[in-house]
């Protein structure tokens, strides 16, 4: 038994996960990121090495580091590679930050927005367009500049608000990656602002080929959220699948047992391997 008299007594230092660095990132409409990043151990390939930007940084980038630094030490087993994995954050200690809202989210007309259980309003929010011109012209430049990276192995990464900025941006801009993981998104959230968007991309798909690689992933309980999540997405799933043809890629996973939050660890290793594979 180890007694806080024993680990007082010891030299202490943080935590770290080799291989990671954070950088403060202030975008030119002035909005502040923190910017996790992770580089393998190794020698990147001729081509670089893949790479996977996540949403809400904060809470996950760490799982899916780890996740990757696990698996791909035998990539001749698990079918997982190494990659560079770029958490998009908040400068912030908490898991999550209001400023997601904003960033995620599609703005007016305000159709669909469920109201909170409080009462209370609504953080700011209908920057998703800001957020994609912020990714696209300025952090993945930055990053390209300063790692190897293979621009045609390029995974996105959301789950809730941030999986309904992952369809935002496939549906509005679907060569910016190769590979979109949109986890539990909130496609009622103006829904029908989304639903249009698919519109107009399933009408471009009919007229022209594309090559993406979709996958969904929702828990089982989530069939039963006050918002229908559970529904949209299988519904939305099931849409898409039908223009494979088209080079539309899509994989649907119901996992069960598990809810809204408890689907992230999961849905992280199947993403990675649905990202990664060798």
Known sequence: MIHDRTLNN??????????????HFVSKANREYQIFVYTPNEEPPPTGFPVI???????IFATVVEAIRIQSRRPERTGVGPAVVVGIGYPIEAPFSSERFYDYTLGKPEIDIPTQSDGTPWPKHG???????????ELKPTIHQTY?????????????LGGLFVLFTLFSNPAAFQTYIAGSPSIHWNKEIILDKEKKFVTRLEKEEMHANLMI?????????????GELTRDLSERLSHYKKRGLNVKFIQFEGEGHVSVLPPLITKAINFSLQT
């Not at 010891?10 to 950088?23: E, M, R």
């Not at 800001?130 to 012209?137: A, C, G, K």
């Not at 992933?217 to 999540?229: P, S, V």
């Open 148 to 160: 190897k990276i293979n621009p045609k192995k390029q995974t996105l990464f959301g789950h809730s």
């Open 217 to 229: 992933g929702i828990g089982e309980l989530e069939r039963w959220h006050k918002t229908n999540i």
């Open 127 to 137: 920057g998703a367009e800001e957020f994609f011109t912020f990714i696209e012209e």
């Open 53 to 59: 930007y996540l949403l809400d940084g904060n809470s």
């Open 10 to 23: 010891k030299s202490s230092h943080l935590f770290t996960i080799p291989g990671t660095k954070q950088y």
